[in-house]
């Protein structure tokens, strides 16, 4: 009798410990919010998505990584990733925010379902073998982290109008410039998941977290 009561406690408590673990679960993904454009700071955020937060997604891209590879959306397609904007001349923030990528991109080396994508705010000179170079020197792993040139006007309008991470002033023109310090979280359906400062440890922290959270 004293042998049946132990295994009923055990099933009881085993099934305690199960309903917790996915409340926990259940909770915690719950909690990892979705981000549109209203949640943002109006001055990031341009003036026609202002007011909209339904289905948003991030716009699509054609950019040009350290390999002269065409990089496009359907190379996250089903990813997780994290976009930043910096170029390579840049000596204050940008080295902090590389190295910062660089611990992200050693943490999920060996997780397929996570990527990296870094976008030049200066394209016209970072060029391709200018690109190629900062990579070698930072470790980047190919078609792991892409690092990126492109169209200026074209960058900029991502900063402004799809990452929400600069201010809404410029064009994108010659005498247009951006420096910004924020990481983005971008989930599977190419939908905003959190927003990071790249210089704060503390921060890279929470974004580790919240990268495997969407993973899991």
């Known amino acids: 009798m004293a042998i049946k009561k132990i295994i009923i406690y055990g099933f009881l408590l085993g ?18 919010a979705i981000y549109g454009p209203s949640d943002f700071n109006p ?43 910096f170029f390579t001349r840049c000596p204050s923030i940008c080295p902090i925010m590389t190295n910062n990528m660089g611990k992200l991109q050693e943490v999920f080396k060996e997780d397929d379902a996570v990527l990296f994508l870094s976008l ?58 951006i420096h910004t310090t924020q990481f983005v979280l971008v989930d599977t359906e190419k939908r905003i998941r959190g927003v990071y400062d790249g210089m704060q440890v503390e921060e890279m922290d929470r974004l580790i977290a919240d990268i495997k959270l969407l993973v899991n």
């Open 15 to 32: 099934g305690i410990c199960a309903l917790g673990y996915f409340s926990y679960r259940i909770t915690h993904t719950r909690n990892l």
């Open 43 to 85: 001055a990031l955020v341009d003036t026609q998505f202002q007011e909209s937060n339904k289905n948003y997604t991030v716009a699509d891209f054609s950019l040009i990584n350290q390999n002269g590879e065409i990089i496009t959306q359907e190379h996250f397609k089903n990813k997780v990733y994290v976009a930043d904007f």
């Open 120 to 177: 030049s705010v200066t394209p016209k000179l970072d060029s391709v073998p200018v690109l190629r170079k900062y990579a070698d020197a930072k470790g980047v792993i190919d078609g792991k982290w892409h690092i990126t040139t492109g169209e200026k006007t074209h960058i900029y309008n991502l900063a402004r109008k799809s990452y929400f991470s600069a201010l809404d002033e410029g064009d994108g023109g010659l005498q247009d410039f």
